[in-house]
């Protein structure tokens, strides 16, 4: 599987963003998908997750409310619609699968996209 992740931008605080990340690989159905960020100078940080079939979903504390993860296995992609956004959002977003449940660790993602920048102004 390979993801390539699409979609940040510049907003103003209070704004909304939509990442999209697009999967290749027949095995992505079965892959449970993570939305991580990394914001300059700190750690690498779990965001939102969802299991293989869509179902179910695990948010960090931080976004609980305001983001939203959903896959469309029909276009092999999974979404993080970003709402309410604030200054402390801005970051480097990365998505990542893994071929089990949902996780909140970074190790236990064994594939990663390329990330993309979303950056929130004040």
């Known amino acids: 599987v390979q993801l390539q992740a699409f979609g940040g931008g510049l907003m103003q605080a209070g704004g909304s963003l939509r990442l999209s990340c697009a999967a290749s690989g027949r095995t992505f159905s079965s892959y449970a998908m993570g939305w991580f960020r990394q914001a300059p100078g700190k750690e690498r940080e779990f965001v939102a997750a969802v299991n293989w079939s869509g179902g179910g979903t695990y948010y960090a504390d931080s976004v609980k409310g305001r983001f939203t993860i959903s896959r469309d296995k029909a276009k092999n992609t999974v979404y993080l619609q970003m709402n309410s956004l604030q200054p402390e959002d801005t970051a480097v977003y990365y998505c990542?699968?893994?071929?089990?449940?949902?996780?909140?660790?970074?190790?236990?993602?064994?594939?990663w996209g390329q990330g993309t920048q979303v950056t929130v102004s004040s």
């Open positions: 990542a699968g893994r071929n089990g449940g949902i996780a909140t660790m970074t190790q236990r993602y064994t594939r």
